[in-house]
Each structure stands twice: as C-alpha cells, then as structure tokens.
C-alpha cells in the first residue's frame, strides 16, 4: 500500500548531539513537508520541497536541515543548534491530496 | 501573510451534544480547505475537504460549511461521542504552489 513512513517513532538526543528522522514516501509525490508539534500547540512549518533537490525554509527552520536527494525521502536533522529540540515531528506529502506520516517524537536528555 | 485562525482553542462538551469549531483565513488566492482530527501522537486524518464552490459537506456526524467571500469555515459535530475528543485542524490551500497553511487546533474534550 502507498504512504507515508516515518521512523524511528521515539528518539532521545543528548544535548549537543544531531539526529536525524527519516520520512520516505512511495505516492510518488513531488512535494513534502516536515512540520513542529509542541503539546498542546498546532503544527508549525519547519521546511518543505516542491520538487528533488530543492527545498525551502519555513516558518521555524533555525537549527534544523534537511536533504531532497531523492523524490521519495525527505530527511530531517536537528542539530545541536535548536536548543529546544523536544516535540512531536510530522511529515507530510502532497500529490493532490494531503498525506501525513505516523509522527516522531523527540526527547532530549 | 497567509493565516489560519482556528477558535475556540479548546472545548469540553457532554457525550452527545453537539458542537461548532470555527476556522477562519487570509490565505489567497485559495485553492480549498481542509478539516482533519488528530489523536494525540498521531499524524492527522482527514475529515473533510472543500473547494471554493462548495458551501457544505458531510462526512457522518461531521459537516464542514464554508463561506469564500468572508474567508469563514465551520466544523458542526453531531451527536458527540467520547471518541471524538482529539484536536481538529484547519487548514488551507492557496493556489500558489502547494503551501499549507495550518490552524492551531481545537482540542475537544467529550466527557461522559
């Protein structure tokens, strides 16, 4: 079945150190979005890709990257930069309709 | 700026009534909008989707209205079940590439 597959589903960081989860699609869509969950909050935008090897900053992209080498994976690292790496991450893909990954969380320890 | 306001921000109702959530948006020009419910630690499932001609649409105990010209969405939950308690986002399309534009949720609470 197609979809959206992210892992691992729980991470722990220690502070200083980078990590990165993994968001792999085969809806063969062009455009992918990874996106912020704080408890209790709404879902904001850290960065997207219209198409590979292109990709854009959105509204919380300090202390993150990310990489579009391929149509199907759009990882993202969070680097010891973002001092508040803690919260649910989500990633998304679009091809005409919207589809949402299961979600990773991230504990920093 | 494309926004997305969504009220009230939570909610706590009784198994059985029935609630409104509001969504309203500047994002423009627009392409169509979305309701999704989203379970703590899950990724969101769609509800609903509307495009610019449509003013209503059901899905069950769900119906979603939408009003273009004052740029206004509502979420009617019927019959509420305890099931239903879990956030609800808005969220919107513009025509302008493929942005998304998210609400901050409601987060229903049904109590028995």
């Known amino acids: 079945d197609g979809g959206i597959t992210q892992s691992p589903k729980y991470l722990f960081r220690k502070e200083g150190q980078n990590v990165t989860l993994s968001c792999e699609q085969n809806l063969n869509h062009d455009a992918m979005y990874w996106y912020r969950q704080d408890p209790g909050q709404g879902l904001r935008l850290i960065y997207y890709?219209?198409?590979?090897?292109?990709?854009q900053k959105g509204d919380i992209a300090e202390g993150y990257s990310v990489s579009r080498e391929k149509k199907e994976s759009f990882p993202l690292t969070v680097t010891s930069a973002q001092k508040n790496p803690t919260a649910f991450y989500l990633c998304?893909?679009?091809?005409?309709?919207?589809?949402f990954g299961e979600g990773s969380w991230l504990t920093v320890v | 700026k494309n926004q997305v306001e969504q009220s009230p921000q939570s909610l706590i109702i009784l198994e059985g009534k029935n609630c409104t959530l509001q969504c309203n948006y500047t994002v423009s020009p627009f392409s169509n909008l979305r309701w999704y419910k989203q379970d703590t630690g899950r990724g969101p499932v769609s509800l609903t989707i509307?495009?610019?001609?449509?003013n209503t649409k059901s899905n069950g105990r769900y119906t979603a209205t939408l009003d273009a010209d004052t740029k206004q969405s509502s979420l009617h939950i019927t019959a509420s079940q305890l099931s239903d308690s879990a956030s609800y986002i808005c969220v919107v399309r513009g025509n302008a590439g493929n942005m998304l534009t998210f609400g901050g949720g409601t987060r229903l609470m049904v109590k028995p």
């Open positions: 998304a893909s679009w091809g005409g309709s919207i589809y």
């Open positions: 890709s219209q198409i590979v090897n292109d990709f």
């Open positions: 509307m495009t610019f001609s449509e």
